[in-house]
């Protein structure tokens, strides 16, 4: 599966990955920090995914 | 996952309020929380004329946008700030927003009106660029607020926003700073317009769901001279904990707000009068925004 990171915007390539909790293990990313966000509509962390999934993890913390 | 509400599929999942939502009734949740905020701190009424400082972000957009559906009438006020494409695409986004609503928006301009922009004022200073800004836009913001007649200056500040402040004056114990941070500031007869923060009972991950949930087009990009800013960081460590302890950044934010605030009360009893310059209120003799300008001026003189 292909995961959208920004800030610097960026792909990775994800395999063997069931839920989107487990991209936030693969990536180290904390999820209070981000939102799930596949075909245009938010998921939650037990969402399960598949290999022919993009899935954008955007960032939520912004400068005040 | 389903909804606390009606068990339908959820779409966002709050920990700290133990709870899971479908987009309607998350919807609603963040209504409630913002109106519940509102009357709890006596912010405004109907009657107040309330314009909101726009920054083209998520939570100054998302805040217009509750406020505007649970019935305030609120313009919106931009500064741009001439952060080169950063500045252009957030004010284009702010724009849009305010058309496709009928929202009235207002526009200053630093380097027009005030005569520098931001990457300017921090290289000729010793501030970082996120100190600039953010003098800047604390003191235009409410100089415009006052002299267009607006009773309330509505600010974005999210519950993140107010907890990584606090920990950051925590950790330098700035007193007089823990004796100003509070989600209503009056106003003062020597030129202070009374500010507001409705999201502060908001997390920064609710506002931008809100958004996108809304159908909102905000500038999702960080800004480029944002780059290692201390607050993010805190924010950063912030959410390590609140993924340990749901409910930690809000303890702790409302905590010192119910507890915590009144022994920094006597901090924030300083004498304001006017600057000699703009005639703004400040501290000393030449406010902190005319002594950027002037040192800005300077090493566009020298250049």
């Known amino acids: 599966m292909k995961v959208i990171l920004r800030n610097p915007r960026r792909q990775v390539e994800l395999e063997d990955v069931r839920r989107v909790a487990d991209v936030f293990r693969h990536l180290d990313l904390v999820p209070e920090s981000f939102l799930v966000i596949r075909n245009g509509e938010l998921v939650t962390s037990d969402e399960e995914v598949s290999d022919d999934d993009v899935l954008e993890m955007r960032p939520v913390i912004s400068g005040g | ?303």
């Open chain 2, 1 to 303: 996952m389903k909804c606390r509400v009606c068990r339908g599929k959820a779409v966002i999942q709050v920990r700290r309020h133990n709870a899971n939502f479908c987009q309607e009734h998350f919807i609603d949740h963040i209504h409630r929380q913002v109106e519940r905020t509102i009357d709890d701190f006596k912010m405004f009424g109907p009657d107040h004329r309330l314009v909101l400082g726009v920054s083209g972000g998520k939570d100054s957009l998302a805040l217009w946008h509750i406020l505007t559906y649970v019935g305030y009438r609120v313009d919106g006020l931009y500064l741009q700030l001439g952060i080169g494409d950063y500045s252009s695409e957030s004010l284009t986004l702010s724009q849009q927003f305010a058309a496709e609503r009928g929202l009235k928006l207002e526009v200053v301009d630093l380097p027009s009106d005030f005569g520098f922009a931001v990457p300017e004022a921090a290289a000729a200073s010793r501030r970082t660029p996120c100190s600039a800004c953010g003098l800047s836009k604390r003191y235009v913001l409410n100089r415009e607020a006052e002299s267009r007649g607006y009773d309330v200056l509505v600010m974005g500040h999210n519950l993140d926003d107010e907890a990584a402040t606090l920990f950051s004056n925590v950790l330098g114990w700035n007193v007089e700073y823990l004796g100003r941070q509070r989600p209503v500031l009056p106003a003062t007869d020597g030129g202070l317009c009374r500010k507001v923060k409705p999201l502060i009972r908001v997390a920064e991950r609710e506002t931008a769901a809100y958004a996108v949930l809304n159908g909102i087009d905000y500038e999702v990009e960080e800004c480029p001279l944002a780059a290692g800013n201390t607050i993010n960081r805190y924010k950063e460590w912030l959410n390590r904990l609140e993924e340990q302890s749901p409910g930690i950044k809000a303890n702790f934010l409302f905590g010192f707000l119910e507890r915590g605030s009144v022994h920094f009360s006597d901090a924030e009893d300083v004498e304001l009068v006017s600057c000699s310059n703009c005639g703004q209120p400040t501290t000393g003799e030449l406010c902190a925004f005319c002594r950027l300008q002037a040192v800005t001026f300077s090493r566009k003189q020298d250049l």
